[in-house]
């Protein structure tokens, strides 16, 4: 785990959640944002914390839509057949 790896990132994270962020917190957390078009397969697991429940709903349902994709292509190569639109 990370927080016990990297003390300087726990005491971070301490800050973050009583709100008491400083300038060098910022840049370094911002220096970890990722957009719309990062949300791989890759992402799937990874949590991922944001701000905001409409962030979280966008994420959900772009995640949602590469399961979709992943399901598809699973049954195409198991049953030899194209699936149903979904």
Known sequence: MRQIEDPEFAALLKRLRVGECTDADFKLLNTRLI????????????P????????????NKIKIK??????KKIFQSQFNRP???I
């Open 66 to 71: 590469n399961s979709l994709k992943n399901i």
């Open 83 to 85: 699936a149903k639109k």
């Open 35 to 46: 957009s719309k078009n990062d949300l791989g397969d890759e992402w799937n697991e990874v």
């Open 48 to 59: 991922i914390l944001v701000s905001r429940n409409i962030l979280k709903m966008e994420i």
